[in-house]
């Protein structure tokens, strides 16, 4: 089932960053987010490796486009002003811009060989509508590659209000697996990949220290990221991800 969602847009200004999520991350080489990054960007180079021009929506403060500047011309989009000069400065190579996902306006049709929508489409009033731009200029079969929350986890049903993806308030459409497959279709964004990240955001049992089950729980979600898999089943995970194609 899905989760209720407000339909106020959430704001995301610099406060986001210091104080929101990003604040619990470290920016720093070999932390969780450097090897997230590095991961979304050896999907792209896996599933697109003829390069191309790459779009990433929600782009934040640039720097999975930073690994793929030099074999792609790389443009990023996000809502937040704040956010997009900390891109400039981080991927200077890169073209950035102001503008939602629910907007891509600015782009003409069949512009980009690849769109990425890293934890982004959790955080919009209407996702569905976002499809419809992604699907307008992705060029025919152009790369989607697109993570979120995943409700099926099994994560959800241990940890249930303690889940990570109720952990952000911005987390306002969290929608079920079949119905994000769904909406994909209906947009012309076929599915050709659908897996998960393992489970990251320890503890989940009370009676194993939390720096243990960091380790084993965390082995395999490490090990696809280290080298770039795309093997852990949808329920053994935290995100549900997807690599799609624009028919």
């Not at 999975?64 to 704040?82: K, M, P, Q, R, T």
């Not at 099994?154 to 109720?166: E, M, P």
Request: hydrophobic share 40%; proline share 6%; aromatic share 14%.
């Amino acid at each position: 089932m899905d989760e209720p969602h407000s339909d106020l847009r959430p704001s995301f200004d610099n406060n986001y960053f210091s104080s929101g999520p990003y604040a619990q991350v470290s920016f720093t080489r070999y932390s969780q987010y450097w090897w997230s990054n590095r991961f979304y960007a050896k999907l792209v180079y896996r599933y697109r490796p003829e390069g191309g021009r790459v779009l990433e929506l929600g782009c934040g403060l640039g720097h999975l486009l930073g690994w793929l500047v030099n074999d792609y011309e790389v443009f990023g989009s996000d809502i937040n002003h704040w956010a997009l000069v900390q891109a400039r400065k981080n991927v200077p190579l890169g073209k950035f811009i102001l503008l939602s996902a629910e907007d891509l306006g600015a782009f003409p049709d069949r512009s980009f060989q690849v769109v990425i929508a890293k934890h982004v489409v959790e955080h919009l009033p209407d996702p569905a509508h976002a499809f419809s731009e992604i699907s307008r200029v992705l060029a025919a079969k152009g790369l989607l590659l697109m993570a979120t929350p995943n409700t099926s986890s099994l994560a959800r049903a241990v940890k249930k209000n303690n889940w990570i993806g109720y952990k952000d308030p911005t987390h306002i459409s969290l929608w079920s697996p079949d119905k994000w497959l769904g909406t994909l279709n209906a947009h012309k964004l076929s599915p050709r990949k659908v897996f998960s990240d393992g489970f990251w955001d320890a503890p989940y049992v009370s009676w194993l220290p939390t720096s243990i089950q960091r380790i084993l729980f965390g082995a395999p979600g490490g090990l696809q990221a280290i080298f770039g898999w795309s093997v852990i089943p949808l329920r053994m995970g935290e995100s549900m991800i997807v690599i799609a194609n624009r028919a």
